[in-house]
């Protein structure tokens, strides 16, 4: 897999971040290179990691679904792709944080975040792709969005999210047919 499709594959990851850091941004009333440090640094973190830990179970599962791990992929994309598309326009969805900047809150949000980076690291797995850089590339690549995000949020509010969710779902969809089309 190119580094362009890899970095494609983070920045759709990282419109989950993006949108809750711009949501939290616009929730709070001063933002601080603190609130931007700890959101930044745990976004990036937790999408650095979860795609490794995916790796390592869909390492496992190639073995036995090798034939079919490229139709295993393009339906884990898709299905995360519209699920971003789906919770993009449902708020109520992705529940509610006393304070999303501090401790547990915190962390829930970069699990939150980054759950979908999970299961894109069992698709990656699969596609035989090699997990440290690819690793790296979606944590840099959360880290600056998640960035983006606090000072867009800080400007212009929560709605900027929503579609940069939803764009980042057809990214993941079209990333979904692109490996198809490689087999």
């Not at 606090?150 to 709605?159: A, D, E, T």
Request: charged share 10%; glycine share 10%.
């Amino acid at each position: 897999m190119h580094d362009i499709t890899i970095f494609g594959i983070a920045l759709a990851l990282a419109m989950d971040a993006f949108a809750v850091a711009a949501g939290v941004a616009a929730s709070i009333h001063s933002v601080t290179d603190r609130h931007i440090f700890r959101l930044c640094w745990h976004f990036g973190l937790f999408q650095f990691l979860m795609p490794i830990i995916g790796w390592s179970i869909g390492e496992g599962l190639l073995v036995l679904i090798k034939n079919i791990a490229p139709w295993v992929a393009f339906g884990l994309l898709c299905f995360l792709g519209l699920k971003m598309i789906w919770e993009s326009g449902h708020i109520e969805a992705k529940g509610k944080y006393y304070d999303p900047t501090r401790g547990w809150s915190l962390i829930g949000l970069s699990v939150a975040t980054s759950l979908d980076a999970l299961a894109v690291g069992v698709s990656l797995a699969l596609v035989q792709v090699s997990i440290l850089r690819a690793a790296i590339i979606i944590g840099l690549v959360a880290f600056c969005i998640t960035f983006v995000g606090v000072k867009v949020g800080n400007r212009i509010g929560f709605y900027a999210g929503q579609w940069a969710e939803r764009a980042g779902g057809v990214v993941l969809i079209v990333i979904a047919f692109n490996i198809l089309l490689q087999r």
